[in-house]
């Protein structure tokens, strides 16, 4: 069964740090990967996915995140954070022509100004 | 488009009563999905339909029921509330198929089992 694990349940950070968010799957086909966004009272936005081509994936508001096959993960990063980007963040997972879409637990980014 | 509509917004049930999720889109999409989300948790996958006619268990599908009569509309329903039930509800559906497809969510419902 699919499976979404991500490794940091709340990170703290003050502006202008450098932000990895860890995500792992495991599947062991061909899988589509996404990472979302809930900022405080509002539903899930997009911020980035992953079909195929290359691992690196940008993504809106300076996101980005890199697909590494080998070790079934894919983090996200953004090297500067802003207090505006204090939000809930979801990584998921899709295997290929599957109408499942699989969440992870989701971290809780803080960002002090 | 109106995207993926759900309704209501809010609710409040008592133990034991029954109520419908409504979820509704425009965009023809074949795949759609209801989670809930709980603190901690992320979003757990209840219930998903490939298709008209079609649906399929997630992770955590006791005491939902779902169907899907038509491409549109994908109904959530509660057979008898329990306070373990209130969450936050999302909908959500995508297009079939390989592509690069991604999924619509809808606004959520919240409810509350008392």
């Known amino acids: 069964a699919q499976s979404v694990s991500q490794h940091n349940h709340h990170v703290i950070l003050s502006e202008a740090a450098s932000l990895e968010l860890g995500c792992n799957y495991s599947?062991?086909?061909?899988?589509?990967l996404f990472w979302y966004v809930q900022y405080p009272g509002q539903h899930l936005q997009l911020l980035l996915k992953?079909?195929?081509?290359?691992?690196l994936v940008k993504g809106i508001k300076g996101f980005e995140a890199e697909f590494i096959k080998s070790k079934f993960s894919f983090n996200l990063r953004k090297p500067s954070v802003q207090w505006s980007d204090t939000a809930e963040y979801f990584c998921a997972v899709n295997s290929n022509q599957g109408g499942k879409l699989i969440f992870g637990q989701g971290t809780e980014l803080s960002v002090k100004p | 488009n109106a995207g993926v509509t759900q309704t209501p917004k809010f609710q409040v049930l008592k133990t034991g009563q029954s109520m419908t999720l409504q979820c509704a889109q425009d965009?023809?999409?074949?795949?759609m999905s209801w989670y809930r989300q709980d603190p901690g948790m992320g979003l757990r996958l209840i219930h998903y339909?490939?298709?008209?006619?079609?649906?399929d268990q997630g992770e955590v599908p006791n005491g939902y029921n779902v169907s899907r009569s038509t491409t549109e509309d994908f109904p959530l329903r509660l057979l008898s509330a329990a306070p373990s039930q209130t969450s936050v509800y999302f909908c959500a559906s995508r297009l079939p198929g390989t592509g690069d497809y991604g999924y619509t969510f809808g606004s959520g419902t919240r409810l509350t089992v008392v």
């Open positions: 965009m023809n999409h074949e795949y």
């Open positions: 599947y062991g086909g061909t899988v589509n």
């Open positions: 339909s490939v298709g008209a006619g079609i649906t």
């Open positions: 992953y079909f195929s081509g290359d691992p």
